[in-house]
């Protein structure tokens, strides 16, 4: 029986690793030539190109026989790098030997292995082949692999096992799960650390292993058969090696991290006025409102493509927006790509040439909800050109950003002709480009202003162009909040940082106040601050009861305290790619439990946050990674790492958390950004035993010009630990930019657990709250210096 065992297992093991390594019998390898920057080898049916983009990102394309190498990419704006190659041939494998990659191709059977570090990553199976139907590459995987990406899905964490389509579709009303959404991106990561980019845009499928063959396989109608296998040593330099191929996100406006007034939609300009008086009666922060398709047009149907106000609703627009502009409330106006027959503006469409084409070259029209329409063809220098000139002059009047909607597009029939291809091969980077021609439009006429872009549909890249996208018409309930953390997650890795929910949910009549606080609650910690909703419930906390609006105006007040913290952050994710809302993996890739944990998550580093996603609850668990103590931001209790554990619930929050070590600056809450300022805030340590040193750091600019720090116009404050012989140093020092002017600085430094009362804090005053076991010191910058506090226990 033992020996029958054996057997079975043998037989198994060598079953699985023949899955796994199995290859191409009908390639053949021919020759290999290394030419400056790129190896080029030939096969019996085609040509393989290696690209490097430095040590750490490989570009394969795969060049069958009669095709030519197609060079552009929609997604990539890394330029490559020459790097030291060499190539190591036998008589039966080829090594093309990088200083961390290494890529080895078997000769016959034919197969091309990828390593890093000497670890096997992954390896094509049959690599290109062709079908009735698509176009493929496939990849082996190993059993144990976990996979994420795909874009905006709800599917898990774990996205093995299924088939994804890709073609970017809206899902209204969705909840806790959804195959297909606004973002299709043809990305992969492995729990292996690394990612396979699919650097294509037309139409496809993404296959993660449906049929359970441990195969991975990309599907595409037609176009480019090339793809990236990108590395790193850990997962924020693995996502920011993708982010850094496909372009880092500009710097957003500060205003943006603010809260948004937004609903669908603002019938009139009294109306946009009188919400904004409210927000301004109940003391509640507010920094923009959003005006819906009602701001060129009185009906919901027939006028979209108007993209002028409507003077019986908005009589004097530059006055509203002016006056707006005054209390520190930035206006922010939707936009389509659709022209309807019916609209003012589709003669000057039809006779300016700027709209999508039949095959006999007139202007393609189809119905769909909102009437009979065409289609912007963005992709036509002329049809750029004609929408860019819309958003320069509304611009000009004031409005300081752009809501692109329906930008799957939403309706975009196949035989429908762009100028650079057919709907299909453009369908998923209509919205990619949409966002390009305002950010370029941006850098041509406003260099000095940061565009705000906010777009419900995207492709790989996309955040290049400052593109800030939401999670699509998900529903007002339980379900529709529970399906957002991993949403903003996958998208964080997938380069979108700033993906987001409308607070509060959006389609359906649900006036649920508990729903809404705990939607708001976990706002503060995502992205963007932007509750809406249909008009049938109010999106707005100022027309809600009075503990609901109390408790949500808590919230919009924590978002604003958190400012220094979230910008900071938000410049993080600027200069490296890093997500602003991070998976716990990112802190232990040993404990595979994390690889699929969606209830707890990381903002920014140091702040650790559990939504709280149904109803009546009293009290749930949390996971809290090991390596650090953990402190409840509101009670000061400290949780040791590496456990889950069952924490109380609050009705006033949800569970929050400080890395131990950690420096969180925070000020004084403010009624719009307009009005912040550094020159007085909170520097909060927590002190923890465990952690003899820590660093930390707050980055501040004007908030508006672009390329700021590039151009020297920021400071940074740095803020650094030191424990030791029961001597706790903290040390505050200010760098600033060649260009950016020195201002003093009042520092409340605020020392959280300390158990007792110091002997002395040489040079300072302090004070000790021995209930909250918190020390308060005064600080003060008067000059660019450096500040050492020592506390002596």
Known sequence: MKNFKKIVTVLIITFINFSVFSQNVHRKFESIKQFDSYVEVKTNDGLYRFQPYGNEIIETSFIPNGEVFKPTSHAVVLKPNSVKMKIIETSNNTEIKL???????????????????????????????????????????????????????????????????????AHYGYETHSELMNFTIPLVYSSKMYAIHFDNAPIGYLDLDSQKNNTLTYQTISGRKTYQIIAGDDWEELVGNYVSLTGFQPLIPRWALGNFSSRFGYHSQQEVENTIAK??????????????????????KGTMGNLEFHKDSFPNPEKMI????????????????FVLTTSNKWDEAVKKDILGKTKEGKPYTYDFYFGNTGIIDIFKPEGKQWFWDIYKNLNNIGVAGWWGDLGEPEEHPSDLLHATGTADEVHNIYGHNWAKLIFEGYQKDFPNKRPFILMR??????????????????????????????????????????????????AGDNLDDELYTRWLQYGVFQPIYRPHAQEEVPSEPVFREAKTKALAKKSIELRYSLLPYNYTISFENNQKGTPLMRPLFF???SDNQLFINDKTYLWGNDILVSPVVKSGLQAQ?????????????????????????????????????????????????????????????????YFDEIVKESKGKLYNDNGETPNAFENGYYEMLTFESEFKKGCLAVEIEQELGKNYQFSSKEIKLIVHNILQEPKKVKGYKFTWNKEK?????????????????????
């Open 587 to 589: 802190e232990n890739t």
């Open 99 to 169: 200083l961390d990659f290494s890529i080895k191709i078997a000769h016959s059977s034919f197969q091309i292995s990828y390593y890093y570090e000497g670890k096997l990553l992954t390896s094509e199976k049959n690599g290109y082949s062709k079908n009735d139907e698509f176009e493929e590459l496939d990849f082996n995987l190993t059993n144990d692999e976990i996979l994420y990406g795909g874009g905006a899905r709800v599917l898990g964490m774990n996205r093995r096992g299924n088939r994804l389509q890709l073609y970017n579709r």
């Open 322 to 337: 002016a006056n707006l502009k005054a209390k520190g409330v930035k206006t922010i106006l939707i936009t389509e790509p």
């Open 773 to 793: 076991s918190i020390l308060t010191i005064p600080v003060s910058i008067e000059k660019s210096s450096e500040k050492t506090i020592k506390i002596k226990f």
């Open 621 to 685: 668990e949390v996971t809290f990674p090991k390596g650090s103590n953990w402190f409840n931001f509101y009670t000061n209790e400290k949780v040791e790492g590496g456990q889950t554990k069952t924490v109380q619930l609050s009705t006033e929050s949800i569970p929050t958390y400080i890395r131990g070590g950690a420096f969180i600056p925070m000020i004084a809450p403010i009624q719009s950004t307009d009005a912040y300022s550094l020159k007085s805030f909170d520097l909060h340590f």
């Open 457 to 506: 549909a995207g492709f790989s890249g996309s955040q290049h162009y400052g593109m800030i996208p939401w999670s699509g018409d998900v529903n007002r309930s339980w379900g529709g909040l529970q399906s957002q953390v991993e949403i903003a997650l996958q998208m964080g890795m997938q380069g979108l940082g700033y993906m987001h929910s409308d607070l509060g949910g959006f």
């Open 279 to 300: 927000f301004s009666e109940e003391n509640i922060p507010v920094d923009a409102v959003i005006l819906d398709l009602f701001w060129f047009g009185k009906e919901m």
